[in-house]
């Protein structure tokens, strides 16, 4: 016994009582003389299971024995043993720790009369102790109604406080604003007031500046003005000096002509006096002599008036060259004149304007100390405001702080509470861990049901719910319960997921196991049950529908975020995918550019595609389409390709029926640059085809040969099962192509889970019993161990279903 309580925990708190109370008399005879044997120490690892130590580390209660003290931990709740059995019997843990290591004194070790007496009075105390710790247990339940009771009521002040507070809170934030935003305007005028003003003063400056510019200018420019007045008058002056000197020079050249006609007319009167002095000859000679001297000096008269005369043209073309240049040189001058007008003119404009900016700017400056008055007045209603803020501030701290003290209280109060929640969720997500880990370990396939939610076509009926589920701890989440006749039956499972689950729910419970192929590991998930039952909305979803996406585009995006998270850590992943359905026992490729190549079309077969296992468990379909993917979008893409190239039909019991096994396939390649550790795996996720009753499905023709083609497969699958169940030496993998290909995933080192999926119909009772006990039949195959595929490296490219 000493061996065993040593493998055993210690109690803990409110489940030690619990556990104590249920120990029966006979149970404590049975340990009292397991005790004598052991002596002392299995009676003190006995006395430690039953007091148990606290969860947060602190001791226990005290309790005292007989109406003595009473002395109680600060965390424990008075006693209250009126009217109960024990009376006023109390127990500390110095009395249970004696009671406990009693030892049974007998004078004679074989007057067993006396002993069964020290015995019966011992199981009787230990009666009233067991009995004692009931009734605290019920006290310590009744305080904690009562302290969630003054939790709920502190909530509840705490919750109007806070609306006060928020409602005082909005308010001031509104006085605030407002101020704020009067503070915020008048900031705006005054800072538009001052730019104005610096502008206009900067204007201001800027005229004087060009004012005493333009005064400079002005006074240059009259400067050279009466200088160009002072040449110009010059310049008259020389050109009337010269056009008289002309006129002198004309009225001297006009003599001169005068004098050559008179000199020629005097040559003439010589002449004929020459004529009449060869008459006179004898009397003339004597003149001729005075006459030639006389001629002579004429001569040379004329010879200088000729070259005076030539002087005087020469001087007379300089002047009149002279002349032109003055001309220009006035022509000049007036422009410059004009030219230094119109500029004295621009420049008194531009005085004049100046003359009204200057006055504009002394407007200006009464304005802007008109408007810094108006910005004083401001001030002092900010500073008014900010004063009445400051008040509210003081208000609002000290609203706050009371705030804050009802806040801790209840913080305390909840800490109580979530301390018990969070080891009730500890415990549900360590036992889903453990469970976990020996299905692995078993190598079990795991088995989810899931049950669909009524829908507007179903038929109505009066028979109440079939299905129901129990509500023990035992089987919250994992029983499901189902009337038949008036028969129940009872079924367990790993999950079952009630209708009213959402598809992100059910993912999350499988998305450790979607991670497993990123790891190395060979994953197989497919879904199973009647048709209608709702596989295919579990596994894809309803397209342009976010919310409602199925198993296989969730997983697909998983595996792509987890894949980019993992690359800081040197991990690289390269990811192929093809998609095959089996239509009538033959593979097609979903993926084929060709449409429909497996049927026969104008008496020539198509492409025949085999299945071939190697030596390590992998799975090869030849000539199969092989896609290299990146993103999930263009996984989307090919999903979407695939689902409008599968073969669906109408039947009497679903509109949409699959007709075909649809069986989408990921091999997930990862290498570690760092380590240079390479992973193989391999995601399989499988939409079986409905199995359905030609009796209800009303097949006939194409749909007669496809309904046949799949109950024989599904059935198949059944031998399979059923051989795996019973451990039998021969497995028919080859019975159909379903199963051929899943042979690795049902045989092999897989983790595989399956997806039973189940109608609400009362008419369909006969199929979902069925599918529960095929479920049943499933979840208790054991496969082998899973095992993680390291190092391995592949020459074949072509992608693996193992």
Known sequence: MGSKNQNKPPFQHNTTLTTTSTTTPSAF???????????????????????????????????????????????????????????????????????????????NKFNYKERCENLMEYIKRLRLCIKWFQELEGEYAFEQEKLRSALELTERRCSEMEVALNN?????????????????SLQDKLAKEESEKKTAVDSLTKEKEARTRIERLQASLSEELEKVQCELDGANQRIASINDMYKLLQEYNSSLQLYNSKLQTDLDTAHETIKRGEKERSAIVENLHTL????????????????????????????????????????????????????????????SKYKELATSSSELEEKCLSQGNQIQILHDQLAVAERKLQMSDMSVFETRNEFEAQKKLIMELQNHLEDAEFKLIEGEKLRKKLHNTILELKG?????????????????????????????????????????????????????????????????????????????????????????????????????????????????EQIIQTKQALQPQGWRYEMQVSMLEIYNETVRDLLSPIRD?????????????????????????????????????????????????????????????????????MRITG???????????????IDLAGSERLSKSGSTGDRLKETQAINK??????????????????????????????????GGDSKTLMFVNISPEPSSVGESLCSLRFASRVNACEIGTPRRQLNMKTSDSRLSYG
């Open 444 to 556: 079990n396939i795991r088995v989810f049901c899931r049950v669909r939610p009524q829908l507007p076509d179903d038929s109505s009926s009066n028979q109440g719910k079939v299905f129901s589920y129990p509500t023990a701890t035992e089987y919250v989440g994992r029983g499901i319960d189902m009337a038949q006749n008036g028969q129940k039956h009872s079924f367990t499972f790993d999950k079952v997921f009630m209708p009213d689950t959402s598809q992100e729910e059910v993912f999350i419970e499988i998305s450790q196991l979607v991670q497993s192929a990123l790891d190395g590991y060979k994953v197989c998930i497919f879904a199973y049950g009647q048709t209608g039952s709702g596989k295919t909305y579990t596994m894809m979803g309803k397209p342009g529908q976010p919310d409602e996406k199925g198993l296989i585009p969730r997983s697909l």
């Open 671 to 685: 290498v570690n640059e760092s380590t240079e550790q390479q992973v193989q795996g391999v995601l399989n996720l």
């Open 597 to 665: 190549s497996s049927r026969i079309e104008n008496g020539t077969p198509g492409k025949q595609y085999t299945i071939k296992h190697d030596a390590n468990g992998n799975t090869h379909v030849s000539d199969l389409t092989i896609v290299d993917v990146q993103s999930s979008r263009q996984v989307a893409y090919l999903l979407d390709r695939a689902a409008h190239s599968r073969s669906v039909g109408k039947t009497h019991m679903n509109e949409q029926s699959s007709r075909s096994h649809f069986v989408f396939t």
């Open 29 to 107: 005879k049975k340990k009292y003389f397991a005790d004598v044997v052991s002596e002392d120490k299995g009676q003190r690892l006995e006395f430690e299971k039953m007091v148990g130590t606290a969860t947060n580390g602190r001791l226990r209660l005290a309790f005292s024995l007989v109406n003595g003290s009473q002395d109680l931990c600060p965390n424990s709740a008075p006693p209250s043993n009126a009217g109960s059995e024990c009376g006023g019997i109390e127990f500390t843990r110095e009395d249970v720790e004696a009671l406990v290591n009693e030892k049974m004194k007998s004078k």
């Open 292 to 351: 030639r001297g006389q001629h002579k000096s004429l001569q040379d008269q004329l010879l200088s008036s000729i070259a005076s005369q030539d002087e005087v043209m020469k001087q007379k073309d300089s002047l009149l060259n002279e002349v032109a240049c003055l001309r220009m040189e006035l022509h000049q001058t007036k422009e410059d004149r004009e030219h230094h007008q119109q500029q004295v003119q621009s420049l008194t404009a531009e005085v």
């Open 713 to 746: 497969s599904l059935s198949s699958l059944a031998d399979v099962i059923f051989a795996l169940a019973k451990k039998e030496d021969h497995v028919p993998f080859r019975n159909s192509k379903l199963t051929y290909l899943l042979q690795p995933c049902l």
């Open 168 to 184: 005082k809170e909005e308010e001031l934030n509104l006085i605030i604003l407002e101020l704020r935003k009067s503070l915020a």
